[in-house]
């Protein structure tokens, strides 16, 4: 069934489980065989049927969400009068050009957002307690009571700053450019 672009897996739709499903489907949705059996049609397979009757013969689009990973993998689906859906996906590993272009761009922008805030936040900031670092040794010797409160200071100043990079680092990403508008 993995040759010449058969379908990957077979369901009963009116009982909505699984009847056989080949190792590229399996793969593709990051299911092992033994639990094949236990899951339900409907909890991995969205059906996008639209106006299309069922029992046309023509080909459906599909959604399959892979178990461990997460992905959302696009196919077809054709309906036999019997019931039967016959399930198509591509094989994983065989991304299409849109999806490494729509990759590529979110990487691209998760680096320019990370570079930006640490040219723009970090950067000035450790300069900065690097300076008041060195002027607090220099004064040092001249008042032990003042470089106590310049050092108690840059620590405050440093924590903050790690502070203001957790929270920084944590926000969601830039929305991502469209494929479209790439």
Known sequence: MDTLGLPRA????????????????????????????????????????????????????ISVESCDQ??????????????????????????SADFELGRSVGKEQERQRLSRYVNERLVPELKTAISSIEAARRHMHDDEEESEAKFEKIVQDLNGLLQATREELLQE????VTIESA
């Open 70 to 95: 997460g992905f959302i993998i696009r196919g077809h689906a054709v309906f036999a009068d019997s019931g039967l859906v016959y399930l198509m996906v591509p094989l994983f590993g065989d991304p």
């Open 173 to 176: 990403p830039e929305q991502p």
């Open 10 to 61: 077979v369901a009963d739709f009116g009982s909505d489980r699984f009847i056989f499903a080949n190792s590229a489907f399996l793969r593709v949705a990051g299911i092992k065989a033994e639990t094949l059996p236990s899951l339900t049609l409907s909890a991995i397979v969205q059906l996008h049927v639209g106006s299309v009757a069922w029992n046309t013969g023509q080909l459906i689009p």
